[in-house]
Nanobody, 121 residues
Framework: QLQFVESGGGLVQPGGSLRLSCTASGFTLDYSAVGWFRQAPGKEREGVSCISPNDDSTLSADSVQGRFTTSRDNHENAMYLQMNSLKPEDTAVYYC???WGIGSADYGDSRGQGTQVTVSS
């Protein structure tokens, strides 16, 4: 069964950092484009990143460019989102999923329960 599990969220002050993890089961990440999207209460889904399976090239949303880094570890069958210089507007539930872009509709339906990130002083 294809499954993602997200973890690593929490409460952090503005300017702080968090590292999210995404582990996969039922398939290997080596051959998959996978990425992160987020959804805040009352807002539409927002694509964050999508990392390719071939050369690890990454698409990132303008809103996170220079602050968030997406990486993968095929040995661990995992993907990560390093988030630095966090802002209150980054507050959302973060999900990982298969992706083919960073548009709001560019993510697959198979995803985990998400992990809550709250940026607040």
């Amino acid at each position: 069964q294809l499954q993602f599990v997200e973890s690593g969220g929490g409460l952090v002050q503005p300017g702080g950092s968090l590292r999210l993890s995404c582990t996969a089961s039922g398939f290997t990440l080596d051959y998959s484009a996978v990425g992160w999207f987020r959804q805040a209460p009352g807002k539409e889904r927002e694509g964050v990143s999508c990392i390719s399976p071939n050369d690890d090239s990454t698409l990132s949303a303008d809103s996170v460019q220079g602050r968030f880094t997406t990486s993968r570890d095929n040995h661990e069958n995992a993907m990560y989102l390093q988030m630095n210089s966090l802002k209150p507007e980054d507050t959302a539930v973060y999900y990982c999923a298969h992706c083919w872009g960073i548009g709001s509709a560019d993510y697959g339906d198979s995803r985990g329960q998400g992990t809550q990130v709250t940026v607040s002083s």
